[in-house]
Antibody
Framework: EVQLVESGGGLVQPGGSLRLSCAAS????????MHWVRQATGKGLEWVSA???????YYPGSVKGRFTISRENAKNSLYLQMNSLRAGDTAVYYC????????WGQGTLVTVSS | NFMLTQPHSVSESPGKTVTISCTRS????????VQWYQQRPGSAPTTVIY?????PSGVPDRFSGSIDSSSNSASLTISGLKTEDEADYYC??????????FGGGTKLTVL
């Protein structure tokens, strides 16, 4: 059974940092592109970052330079380092695995507030 | 970059068929695969269609996907509607630089 379990969310002050993790199991992690997607309360899905099987990374303009995606295939793990956090980054963050079919985790809540 | 535009909401009765559209603003809809996600209230998204028209294991064949180059749009069709199909549905594709683009989402009400 495919499982993606996010962790590391919580309350952080504006300007602070947070590192999210996603533990994968039930599939060949190294063969999947991995994504982070977020959703603010009552809003739609917003893509945050992606990392390919070769380690190539992609970001939208809204997080480029502040967020860093990385993966550790030996640990079947995905990470998102978030720096210079803003109130607008408050959302549930989902990790997703893509290789044709796309699998989703259950999400972790990040709240940026003073 | 391009946008994917979906209707804000649709409604239909149980047992009927509903189609949700997803129109690409520029570039060909056929140039990158389209995915569809279902999100029930309080839950994470799940994939109902990938690569334009493929169903993941476990998704009933009441769900189908298609693309139409003439209207530059993708469609998700759900037949034999059930109350459990009531959810938000999002289309998604990629741009030429492998960046992900989501549609704004469509709220499906089954009444």
């Amino acid at each position: 059974e495919v499982q993606l379990v996010e962790s590391g969310g919580g309350l952080v002050q504006p300007g602070g940092s947070l590192r999210l993790s996603c533990a994968a199991s039930g599939f060949t992690f190294s063969s999947y592109d991995m994504h982070w997607v977020r959703q603010a309360t009552g809003k739609g899905l917003e893509w945050v970052s992606a990392i390919g099987t070769a380690g190539d990374t992609y970001y939208p303009g809204s997080v480029k330079g502040r967020f860093t995606i990385s993966r550790e295939n030996a640990k079947n793990s995905l990470y998102l380092q978030m720096n210079s956090l803003r109130a607008g980054d408050t959302a549930v963050y989902y990790c997703a695995a893509a290789a044709g079919v796309i699998y989703w985790g259950q999400g972790t809540l990040v709240t940026v507030s003073s | 970059n391009f946008m994917l535009t979906q209707p804000h909401s649709v409604s239909e009765s149980p047992g009927k068929t509903v189609t949700i559209s997803c129109t690409r603003s520029s570039g060909s809809i056929a140039s990158n695969y389209v995915q569809w996600y279902q999100q029930r209230p309080g839950s994470a998204p799940t994939t109902v269609i990938y690569e334009d028209n493929q169903r993941p294991s476990g998704v009933p064949d009441r769900f189908s996907g298609s693309i139409d180059s003439s209207s530059n749009s993708a469609s998700l069709t759900i037949s034999g509607l059930k109350t459990e199909d009531e959810a938000d549905y999002y289309c998604q594709s990629y741009d030429s630089s492998n960046r992900v683009v989501f549609g704004g989402g469509t709220k499906l009400t089954v009444l």
